[in-house]
Every structure is written in C-alpha cells, then in structure tokens.
C-alpha cells in the first residue's frame, strides 16, 4: 500500500469513525456537533496538505527550491491533521493534545504558504484556518487540557 493509500483509507476511516457515532452519541456528548465539525476540518486540512505536497514536490521537480521547505510543512502537517481527525472522531481523551498539534503546526504552515505566494496553495492556507479554528475551539472546550 502507498502512501496515498493509506491516508485516502485514514481519511476514510475518521470519516466513518465520524458517522458511526451517529445522532444518539451526539445527543450524550456535550458539543457532538464540535466533535463533527473538528474531525471534518481537520480531515479536510489533511487532503489540502496532501494536495500541496504533491504540488510542491512538481515546483522542487522543476528546479523551484524555494517549495522544498513548504514541501516538508505539508506532508508532516498532514499526518498530524489525520492523526487529529481520527482522535477527534472516537473522541479520543488524547484528543486535546492532537488539536493543539494539529492547529501548531497548521499555523506553521499558513505561514509558510503566505510567504511562498503560490495561488496554488492557498487552498492549503484555507483548510488549515479552518482547521486551526476548530481546533483551538476544541481544545478550549476541553479546558485547555
């Protein structure tokens, strides 16, 4: 299995982890429809940051060196933001920590991508936001645990 497939498949699995909790869970978990919100942000974060990987690596193909760091950002803000999106979605008691992860490095590479001023990696920029935002949000409502 490639790495492509194994984070379509993580990604698949916090999506479905997400859906298996259903409405009877989120009616017994204060701010389920964080949990949703936060697991499918983050998931999302991960497809961009993958996405911008692979736009990356064709700019550092291409002799564009100036990506090579921004290239490194998104594949490992990636995993982080899975890792996130899986925790969030089975509503993990690590969960705090993986937010507070996820919206670190999220931010690392925003800047990163507003630096660069590649158009094509402003999508990147945009799922991190929302990722950050989500995240923060549920790290707050944990108590900042």
Same mark, same amino acid.
């Given at each position: 299995?490639?790495?492509?497939? %194994?984070?379509?498949? !993580?990604?698949?699995? $916090?999506?479905? !982890?997400? $859906?298996?909790?259903?409405?009877?869970?989120?009616?017994?978990?204060?701010?389920?429809?964080?949990?949703?919100?936060?697991? &499918?942000?983050?998931?999302?974060?991960?497809?961009? /940051?993958? &996405?911008?990987?692979?736009?990356?690596?064709?700019?550092?193909?291409?002799?564009?060196?100036?990506?090579?760091?921004?290239?490194? %950002?998104?594949?490992? /803000?990636?995993?982080?933001?899975?890792?996130?999106?899986?925790?969030?979605?089975?509503?993990?008691?690590?969960?705090?920590?993986?937010?507070?992860?996820?919206?670190?490095?999220?931010?690392?590479?925003?800047?990163?991508?507003? &630096?660069?001023?590649?158009?094509?990696?402003?999508?990147?920029?945009?799922?991190?936001?929302?990722?950050?935002?989500?995240?923060?949000?549920?790290?707050?409502?944990?108590?900042?645990?």
């Amino acid at each position: 299995m490639d790495r492509r497939e %194994l984070l379509g498949v !993580l990604g698949a699995t $916090a999506a479905g !982890l997400a $859906a298996v909790t259903g409405d009877e869970a989120r009616a017994q978990e204060p701010g389920g429809d964080m949990h949703d919100r936060c697991a &499918k942000d983050c998931a999302a974060a991960m497809v961009a /940051c993958n &996405k911008g990987f692979h736009h990356c690596y064709r700019q550092v193909a291409e002799g564009k060196r100036d990506h090579a760091r921004t290239m490194h %950002l998104c594949v490992d /803000c990636a995993d982080i933001c899975g890792t996130a999106a899986a925790l969030v979605a089975r509503m993990s008691p690590l969960m705090a920590h993986t937010c507070r992860a996820a919206a670190d490095c999220c931010e690392g590479l925003i800047a990163q991508c507003d &630096k660069l001023g590649d158009p094509e990696m402003k999508g990147v920029a945009e799922a991190c936001r929302a990722c950050v935002k989500s995240c923060r949000e549920m790290v707050q409502a944990m108590g900042g645990r």
